[in-house]
């Protein structure tokens, strides 16, 4: 019987994560893998209704507001639907219309409770990948390509990438001192 991903040890769930050379998009150099990102992220979906905690502020990544790099703080009685709880480094890739280039890193600006939108897809892949590497490298050419590949919907504002194609998705990993 196989392992689940908490009683692997680190390396054990690298070599899982390993795509075949066959199947790599491009060759990479020496010391770099690549991997699939589903393999080694460690998000749990944990959701919170903030709307039952009317008077605490929470910061709130929205699908709107990385327009201007910055979360929302708002209260919870101003939260219309339930939010995903997200922890300071995960990472967000938008999955609604993937032709806008949407990727973000939690940042934890305040000590509140960070809540993000149901449109994101979570990436908690520490202790493979630097939040700052991963996320740059979602927002890459070839990412954003794969990302457009599958989507379901009939286009524009309704498209929407799917999360559990998204996370078979070959990334490259570089040994973390490049990262």
């Known amino acids: 019987m196989a392992k689940n ?10 070599a899982a994560a ?5 199947e790599w998009p491009y060759a990479l150099p020496d010391g770099w893998k690549w991997v699939r990102t589903g393999a080694l992220n460690d998000y749990k979906s944990s959701s919170i209704t903030p709307s039952t905690n009317p ?3 929470f910061e709130l990544y929205s699908v709107p507001s990385i327009v201007n790099g910055y979360p929302e703080i708002t ?3 101003e939260i219309g639907s339930t939010k995903q709880l997200v922890e300071k480094d995960d990472v967000l890739l938008c999955k609604i219309n993937p032709r806008i280039n949407r990727v973000w890193k939690v940042s934890a600006h ?3 409770k960070c809540l993000a ?6 990436v908690r892949a520490r202790p493979f990948f630097v939040s700052d590497y991963l996320m740059w490298f979602f927002r890459c ?3 954003r390509k794969r990302m457009l590949s599958n989507v ?5 504002s309704l498209m929407r990438a799917k999360p559990r194609y998204v996370q078979t998705y070959p990334v490259a990993l570089p040994p973390l001192s490049e990262q």
């Open 141 to 143: 050419p070839y990412f």
């Open 152 to 156: 379901s919907g009939v286009g524009g």
């Open 5 to 14: 991903k908490k009683e692997m040890t680190p390396e054990e769930r690298l």
């Open 18 to 22: 390993l795509v075949p050379e066959k």
């Open 75 to 77: 209260k919870g009685m």
């Open 55 to 57: 008077d605490d502020a």
């Open 117 to 122: 939108s149901s449109e994101w897809i979570v």
């Open 110 to 112: 305040t000590t509140l």
